[in-house]
């Protein structure tokens, strides 16, 4: 199969490297021009589990290079940037084109549907994690799965079948929606707190008041779910929470929400905290601690934006 991968970095990297292997024609495509020239110079770097390094060579192209038609595209791309994404790769998208959207966060098919026809759409989660250490370098652990459901009906076993090649432990689903919440739940919680709190899955659950502060998030979440027809299961999102905190499975990831927090990036936290809030509000539910979450995190980003501006004066000077 003819995959594009829309959103090179981490967890795109990590799942190019997987497909490849398992012999598809896999093609990167992402907008961080370090990072795409040090795969084209050096290969990708993949150290698993503190295994010996292994490098990998494969095409990464930016939305504006990228050419061609291809049978799958997994979008990658941080919800913000999505429409945008799709803007720019919409030469490469034809009728015939399936997009799996992967993205964490709430909002990204009502995004697609402006750019193909809901028969194309396939939206998913993933429990998969990985770690962007510099450009064209990875570090990966644990195992994951992917969950998907073809929005508009069309068939997605050869797409269920190409991912299983490759490992990537995927089913369909007949729910999305109520996964895709699931794992924002699990999102709303691990990325937000390992940034205020300066620490990895495994760390974050050494907190005597982690779960505490969890179901602070989850029981508003489930209220915000409800006024919009969705069941969300916290006792579930907290059992796989405490599955994750386990080093063997994603305990030693810091999740991307740290990564783009340390690389100056701003985060997804309005399409996770901020979108419960943000429906909260207009459904007149009171959501507290996602609203404080959400502006403790914009307010990470400013002063960790300053401070990498100014330590690259200082490299300049």
């Given at each position: 199969m003819?995959i594009?991968?829309?959103?090179?970095g981490?967890?795109?990297a990590?799942l190019?490297v997987?497909?490849?292997t398992a012999?598809h024609?896999v093609?990167?495509i992402?907008g961080w021009?370090?990072?795409i020239a040090?795969?084209?110079?050096n290969?990708?770097t993949?150290?698993?589990d503190?295994?010996?390094p292994?490098?990998y060579q494969?095409?990464?192209?930016?939305?504006q290079?990228?050419t061609?038609?291809f049978d799958?595209?997994?979008?990658?791309?941080?919800t913000p940037?999505?429409?945008?994404?799709?803007t720019d790769?919409?030469?490469?998208?034809t009728?015939?084109?399936?997009?799996?959207?992967l993205s964490n966060?709430?909002?990204n098919?009502?995004?697609m549907t402006k750019?193909?026809?809901?028969?194309?759409?396939?939206?998913g989660?993933?429990?998969?994690?990985?770690?962007?250490?510099k450009?064209?370098?990875?570090?990966?652990?644990g195992?994951?799965?992917?969950k998907?459901?073809?929005?508009?009906g069309?068939?997605?076993?050869?797409?269920?079948a190409?991912l299983?090649?490759?490992?990537?432990?995927?089913?369909l689903?007949p729910?999305v929606?109520?996964?895709?919440w699931?794992k924002?739940?699990i999102?709303?919680v691990?990325?937000p707190l390992?940034?205020?709190?300066?620490?990895n899955?495994?760390?974050?659950?050494t907190?005597?008041?982690?779960m505490?502060m969890?179901l602070?998030i989850?029981?508003e979440?489930?209220q915000?779910g409800?006024?919009?027809?969705?069941?969300?299961?916290?006792?579930?999102?907290?059992?796989?929470?405490s599955?994750?905190?386990?080093p063997e499975?994603?305990?030693n990831?810091?999740?991307?929400m740290?990564q783009?927090i340390?690389?100056?990036?701003?985060t997804?936290?309005?399409?996770?905290?901020g979108?419960?809030?943000?429906?909260?509000q207009?459904?007149?539910?009171?959501?507290?601690?996602?609203?404080l979450?959400?502006?403790?995190i914009?307010?990470?980003?400013d002063i960790?934006?300053v401070?990498?501006?100014?330590?690259?004066?200082n490299?300049e000077?």
């Amino acid at each position: 199969m003819k995959i594009a991968i829309a959103g090179f970095g981490a967890l795109g990297a990590r799942l190019g490297v997987m497909l490849q292997t398992a012999g598809h024609e896999v093609t990167g495509i992402d907008g961080w021009p370090a990072h795409i020239a040090a795969i084209k110079t050096n290969g990708l770097t993949v150290v698993h589990d503190q295994e010996t390094p292994k490098v990998y060579q494969l095409p990464v192209l930016t939305p504006q290079e990228v050419t061609g038609a291809f049978d799958l595209i997994i979008l990658l791309t941080k919800t913000p940037q999505l429409d945008r994404m799709l803007t720019d790769i919409a030469p490469i998208i034809t009728d015939k084109t399936q997009l799996l959207v992967l993205s964490n966060g709430l909002g990204n098919i009502e995004v697609m549907t402006k750019h193909v026809a809901k028969q194309q759409i396939l939206a998913g989660v993933t429990l998969w994690t990985s770690t962007l250490v510099k450009p064209g370098e990875i570090h990966t652990t644990g195992s994951g799965s992917i969950k998907l459901q073809a929005i508009g009906g069309a068939d997605a076993q050869p797409v269920v079948a190409a991912l299983n090649e490759a490992g990537l432990n995927a089913e369909l689903t007949p729910d999305v929606l109520t996964a895709i919440w699931h794992k924002a739940g699990i999102n709303a919680v691990l990325n937000p707190l390992s940034v205020l709190l300066d620490a990895n899955i495994a760390e974050f659950g050494t907190a005597g008041n982690a779960m505490d502060m969890a179901l602070n998030i989850l029981e508003e979440m489930q209220q915000v779910g409800a006024s919009q027809g969705i069941k969300v299961d916290v006792s579930g999102i907290i059992a796989d929470l405490s599955r994750l905190l386990k080093p063997e499975n994603a305990g030693n990831h810091y999740p991307s929400m740290y990564q783009d927090i340390q690389n100056g990036k701003r985060t997804e936290i309005d399409f996770l905290n901020g979108y419960f809030a943000r429906i909260g509000q207009q459904e007149g539910i009171a959501t507290p601690f996602n609203a404080l979450v959400t502006r403790l995190i914009h307010a990470k980003e400013d002063i960790e934006r300053v401070k990498l501006a100014k330590q690259q004066e200082n490299f300049e000077i």
